[in-house]
């Protein structure tokens, strides 16, 4: 579990980021080890999804944003390849599930080769959209109704249509940014079991309110205050032996 023995995917360097003339992220520098559930967590507004959207340039999706700092990805600076290329290589999950709503189950899933004009054969779309559907442990479920609407799964399943749609463009990083907070307790846990399952073949980077949630299934976890990196370590150590006050405040529930 030690970080000298991970292999680092993800190197976060200096990272600083302004809203306007409002600094959301401050010097920000951490890694993120391959094969890994990397958690970060913190009360809101302290700057975790604003760090999740900066490993895709999802932020320049807001031209009132600034960012200063280095991103490297398998050793690649992300700033230095045009944005599309980092996005596929980063899938991104958001809060609430979002099927692309007048598509099919199948559409969805393929969607992202769609928007990046990338043709597919028939035999190759189908092969894809069985793995994605597989990986996101929905196939049993949706595999006689593909070509029904995405919007027509309960808000888990359409959540882990989410995530086959990301799996889909084979992305080396998974950004998860508090994908069970707008679901029940069950469909919560079939999340959790499947990120877990996940991290055998992509590495995963979660937002997540949730401390039980970052103390059940993440390797590594981030702790951030009002922008700042406060700590960072394996889960087990920050949890038990966090070595910043402040950690363990808001693991105690002082505040958050």
């Known amino acids: 579990m030690e970080g000298e023995t991970m292999k680092v ?6 990272l600083n980021v302004f809203y306007g003339e409002q600094q959301a992220l401050m010097s920000v520098s951490l890694e993120f080890y391959e094969n890994q559930v990397h958690a970060i967590m913190g009360p809101s507004g302290c700057g975790k999804t604003t760090l999740l959207r900066c490993l895709n340039r999802m932020h320049e999706l807001d031209s009132s944003v600034r960012v200063d ?3 490297f990805l398998s050793g690649i600076n992300i700033f230095s390849i045009p944005a599309m290329e980092v996005r596929r290589m980063t899938g991104m999950v958001f809060q609430r599930p979002n099927p692309f709503p007048n598509m099919s189950i199948y559409d969805n899933v393929i969607a992202g080769y769609k928007l990046n004009n990338i043709h597919l054969k028939k035999d190759e779309a189908n092969q894809i959209v069985e793995e994605s559907l597989k ?3 929905l196939w049993v479920e ?12 309960s808000g888990g399943q359409q959540q882990r249509l989410c995530i086959a749609r990301a799996l889909a463009m084979k992305p080396k990083v998974l950004l998860l940014d ?4 707008a679901l029940d307790p069950k469909s919560t846990s079939h999340i959790e079991e499947l990120i877990t ?10 937002v997540t309110h949730n401390i039980a949630q970052a103390g059940r299934i ?14 960072y370590g394996p889960t087990e150590k920050v949890f038990t032996i966090p070595s910043d006050k402040r950690t363990e405040e808001y693991l105690s529930g002082k505040f958050g």
């Open 9 to 14: 995917l993800i190197q976060v360097q200096d």
């Open 69 to 71: 700092g280095k991103i």
């Open 135 to 137: 990986k996101a442990a």
């Open 142 to 153: 949706v595999k006689d109704k593909l070509h029904k609407r995405g919007t027509f799964l």
């Open 178 to 181: 508090e994908p069970t907070s």
């Open 197 to 206: 399952e996940l991290k055998n073949t992509v590495t995963i980077v979660l």
């Open 218 to 231: 993440s390797d590594y976890t981030a702790f951030m205050y009002l922008g700042s990196l406060v700590e």
